[in-house]
């Protein structure tokens, strides 16, 4: 499914939560799907995918949102977005807002997908010589069918995991594996807020994982999970950094260590 | 443990407050998960199986009034008695009924969910009768004045010390330390209240609409005992647990231990078609909202399930809060949407328990898509139609809650009302740090350092990169070799 027009729209969506406290991600992102060649427009209307309401149980109040959503996305191709779980709320839309068809935000690709489904790219030209541990989130892998989720058994057919594809293609990075392959870190959007305990002693589970399997860095395609367990790594002081997927695969220097990863993301 | 309230997260709190308990329960379930996994990948039809099985639920649901009228009747044809019950007083009624017409003070009990869910325990106890719960973990926690944290694991919560303390305060046990002899000791203290029971009283698993018949799987073989001894028989079951012909059965068992413990079969799974020779069996069947639930289009799914405790292995937040914290006869996933479904305003934290990870959805071996009601019930908490009590009366949201995620939506639904928003909060954060600690934010940085706030938002860095860039390389074209 690669592009075969000259020239496709291709929109970036930018999450709520990434544009306000994370604009890297965003940059990161752009510069990736611009060093492949990739004409990239980001609508200045678009806001936010719904999910934070959607997910309190406030359909009403998201619909407006949707239909932003849209207007602003409706005469692009493809649009990319650099979170699983904003591309998989997006995706379902119609089912989660109750009966309205499927239009631009049936044509959201969560960012790694695009690259690798969309434009067929096997390796990223990056070197990024660091132990990455890849967080497979649970809205990427279940809901937009990112690899295999580890409970299901035989019989079931799992799509490969774009993130890893491309992670494995990083030059000098070694990959490392958690004991508990895909384990919720427990942020769970307004979970986090309404069920602090439970939710800082996941995350806290995951990191000791994460630690144990000797890891430098925590990456993953949703930086919501990863702002939660980089928030609880800040508190407790843990050596760990997180990097969006996007900033590894344009080799960002490492956060707070100043250690350069090397390579312009081509 | 005592917490009073059903409120989930303060009680998940008292759970997490040992954090050597919680980390120890979190790895027996994942450990009882694994084992479940393997299972499920060496079974080349696996997900086949999970969805025939929801398909027959699905089909024996909709059929409902004529299986239950052919299970009545073939059941009676082998000698049975079936009893029909609107909720659970009429359940308990005919149960006590039973054993005082019969003179009967002793009773043996095998696993039951209806039981906990009607508490019958307690009702034939403030008769003046003496019920003993024969399953290991159902005895342990019976002894304790707990009720069981997990349907098929009743004393998950509990470390062998735990037990061992329990069986020496209240039955006077020696000091033992090892799993073998707390076994033991249960064993000789069951074996006299098996050979004193009068009537034995157990559970169903499934009963066949075509044979009559009823099945019942344990691993102790403490139902058989129950039902052998004494010679008079009470099985209690949710008019859910029927299944149309003998041939679906294998379906179940196969699916059912394989999911609740990763054990191909349960030792004992065991056929009744009537009385035993000089005995009586009678069956209860409840409804206890039931029949509500059939007429609920988006919760009816919810009637497939056959108890196996799969959702409860691999929920994480089941693993790190502990049964108790959802303050209902069956907690977990099933229970989050069960329990809010009858009494939306006590459980009304429930269906916020849960990070809509899916991993509960992807193991339910009758496919109820538990995660997706559980968003379900949030959306009619806010926005309707509202969950209703059991005197009519509805369940909303706080007009606080409501209050916010309709302004939430409106300063979402305009990018320039964000983007003010965005500014006013990074001015406010940089300026007095002390604010981003009020309201959820506080509860947020309890555990957690909040994310350094960057000075300016993307789409303010792209607007200036745009105006920095010149117009052809602001905009470049596609590169070769792609």
Redesign the interface.
Known sequence: MRIDH??PRVALF?P?Y??????????AT?ELL?A????VE?P?????C?Q???????????R??AE?FESTFGEYEHIVCPSGSCAATLRRHPH?LGGQPAGASGRVLELCQFLVQV???EHVDVDFPHRVALHES??GL??LGLGR????????VPKPNPGRQLLEGVRRLTLVEPE?AD??C??????????????????T?RIDDFERSGAQIITSGDMSCL??L???M??QRRPLAVMHIAQVLVGRPIPGTGEPGTGAGR | MTVSGSDHPSRAAVFLADPDRSGWHDNALWQIRGRRDQRARALPEWEALRALAGRIKAHTLSELPEYLTSFEANARRHGAEVHFARDAAEHNRIVLDLLRSRGITRVVKSKSMLTEECRLNPWLEHHGLEVTDTDLGELIVQLRREPPSHIVLPAIHLRKEDVAQTFSRVLGAPPLSDAQSLTEFARQHLRAKFLAAEAGITGVNFAVAETGGIVVCTNEGNADLGTSLPALHIACMGMEKLIPRAADLPVFLRLLARSATGQAITAYTSHYHGPRPGGELHIVIVDNGRSQLRAEPEHRSSLYCIRCGACMNTCPVFRRSGGHSYAAHVPGPIGSILAPLRKPTEHQSLPHACTLCGSCTAVCPVGIDLHEQLLTLRRRQVDGPALLELNGTAYRASTLKRTFTALAGWVLASSWRTAWLGVAVRFLGHRFPALMRLGPLGRWSKTRSLPALPLRSFHEEYARRQARLPRASGRPSRGPGQ
Do not use: W
């Open positions: 000259p020239n930018v709520c990434i544009d306000q406290l994370y604009p890297d991600v965003g940059m752009l611009e492949h060649g990739v004409r980001v200045p209307q678009q806001t936010c719904g934070p309401l959607i997910n309190t149980g406030a359909v009403a109040a998201a407006p949102l932003r989660l434009l067929g790219v649970c809205h279940r809901e989720p580890s409970e299901m058994g035989a019989g079931f508990r384990e919720c427990g942020f769970g959007g307004s979970f986090c807020i309404v069920e602090p305990d439970v939710s800082a002693r996941m995350g589970d702002m939660h980089a928030s609880l800040a508190a």
